[in-house]
Nanobody, 121 residues
Framework: QVYVAESGGGSVQAGGSLRLSCVVSGGDTYNMGWFREAPGKKREGVAVIESDGSTTYGDSVKGRFTISQDNAKNTLYLQMNNLKPEDTATYYC?????????????????WGQGTQVTVSS
C-alpha cells in the first residue's frame, strides 16, 4: 500500500506562488497526481504524472501549475504560480491516471492528511 505525506501549503495573496510536496512510501512517484477539495465542492483532479513521464492538468490550472517528481527523494511536487482565490482548497496526492479527459484516483485507501492552500484576493 502506498502512503503519502503532503506539505507546503499556506496562505498567499492572489498572484503568489507555493510549492507543494508529497513524500511517497510503499511505491514510486509515477502514476501519481494531485487532487484538491474546496469547501462545498467535489474533490477534483489537478495534475498527474504518468509512467511514461507525461503530465496532464485540469483545465483550471493549465499554464499555472507544474507537476514534477524527484525519484531519488521519492517526492512528488506541485509548483503553483499565479494563484487565484478559486485555488483555495485542501490539496492531496494519490495514485492517479487519466481516464478519458478526467484525472482519477487509482487506489482506494484513505486519503493523506492533505495540505491547506488559502489564496486571498
Amino acid at each position: 500500500q502506498v502512503y503519502v505525506a503532503e506539505s507546503g501549503g499556506g496562505s498567499v495573496q492572489a498572484g503568489g506562488s507555493l510549492r507543494l510536496s508529497c513524500v511517497v512510501s510503499g511505491g514510486d512517484t509515477y502514476n501519481m497526481g494531485w487532487f484538491r477539495e474546496a469547501p462545498g465542492k467535489k474533490r477534483e483532479g489537478v495534475a498527474v504524472i504518468e509512467s511514461d513521464g507525461s503530465t496532464t492538468y485540469g483545465d483550471s490550472v493549465k499554464g499555472r501549475f507544474t507537476i514534477s517528481q524527484d525519484n531519488a527523494k521519492n517526492t512528488l511536487y506541485l509548483q503553483m504560480n499565479n494563484l487565484k482565490p478559486e485555488d483555495t482548497a485542501t490539496y492531496y496526492c494519490a495514485a492517479a491516471a487519466v481516464v478519458g479527459n478526467t484525472i482519477v484516483r487509482l487506489d482506494h485507501g484513505d486519503w493523506g492528511q492533505g495540505t491547506q492552500v488559502t489564496v486571498s484576493s
